[in-house]
């Protein structure tokens, strides 16, 4: 990025577009070398590995960071208000639990509830999916193929921790994990 920034600066091409487009690869490229992530443009990222691995800690600290860099709203919704005090105080945490979700169904009914009644919503962090979807023990693939039509229909990013080894994941989901603990 530092090269094709100097032969920009040395040919004087600050045309508008190209200034936009630099400006949005640093970004990209700053944004991806802080998180570390494998996988950036896709509208569903996974954070996979067994209990106790630190999804959570990798999940609040995504968020932490893109709560800084994002245009939009962010979403975290978690089980409980226990990390209230470690996420940012931009992003709106959401305790899933004060809801009646008992059903794929009607956690995706849910989520499109949050989706409709925030236009600038950019990204939606998910602590622990499969309870909060309702999925513990059960295939989530079409729970996740239903997420990424949303995320590419309303343009959000939804982060989401899951409680399997990536190995364990169905096969159509396994190309969405970023990170693997």
Same mark, same amino acid.
């Given at each position: ?109 849910? $989520? =499109?509830?949050? %989706?409709?009644?925030?236009? /600038? !919503? ?6 622990? +999916?499969?309870?909060?979807? &309702?999925?513990?023990?059960?295939? $989530? =693939?079409?729970? %996740?193929?239903?997420?990424? /039509? !949303? ?6 990013? +939804?982060?989401?921790?899951? &409680? ?18």
């Amino acid at each position: 990025m530092a090269d094709l920034w100097k032969i920009v600066q040395k040919t004087g091409a600050f045309d508008c577009f190209v200034w936009e487009l630099l400006l949005e690869l640093d970004r990209l490229m700053y944004y991806t070398e802080t998180t570390k992530f494998r996988r950036y443009l896709t509208m569903v990222q996974l954070i996979v590995g067994k209990r106790g691995k630190g999804k959570t800690k990798q999940l609040l600290d995504k968020a932490n960071a893109v709560v800084k860099e994002a245009n939009g709203n962010v979403d975290f919704l978690d089980k409980s208000a226990q990390h209230m005090y470690e996420l940012n105080n931009k992003i709106r945490l959401i305790n899933v639990n004060e809801y009646p979700i008992d059903s794929e169904d009607a956690f995706i009914g849910f $989520i =499109s509830g949050i %989706i409709s009644q925030d236009h /600038d !919503l950019e990204y939606m962090f998910l602590d622990s +999916f499969l309870k909060l979807s &309702s999925l513990e023990g059960a295939d $989530i =693939s079409n729970c %996740i193929k239903r997420l990424e /039509d !949303l995320g590419e229909k309303y343009k959000i990013t +939804f982060v989401i921790s899951v &409680s399997m080894d990536a190995e364990d994941l169905p096969d159509s989901v396994k190309r969405d994990v970023a990170i693997s603990l």
